[in-house]
C-alpha cells in the first residue's frame, strides 16, 4: 500500500495520530476500479492509501 500523508492544520501537530477513519474512495477515471482510500486522522490530517502505484487520473468519491 502506497500511503502519502497532507495535513490540513497548516502547522505542526501536537496531538498523537491514534484513530484513522476512512473519508473517500478513490476510482480510476478510466474504469472506475477503486485504487484506493482517503483517510481522516484524529488530528484532522487526511492520509491518502491507494492500492498499488499512485495514480494521477482518479475520482474522489466521499463516502456518508
Known amino acids: 500500500m502506497n500511503v502519502q500523508t497532507c495535513d490540513h492544520r497548516g502547522g505542526s501537530c501536537r496531538t498523537n495520530r491514534i484513530e484513522a477513519r476512512p473519508i473517500a474512495r478513490l476510482r480510476h477515471k478510466d474504469n472506475g476500479r477503486i485504487i484506493g482510500l482517503v483517510y481522516e486522522w484524529n ?22
Open 43 to 64: 488530528t484532522g490530517e487526511t492520509q491518502t492509501a491507494w492500492f498499488g502505484k499512485a495514480e494521477r487520473r482518479f475520482v474522489t468519491e466521499e463516502l456518508r
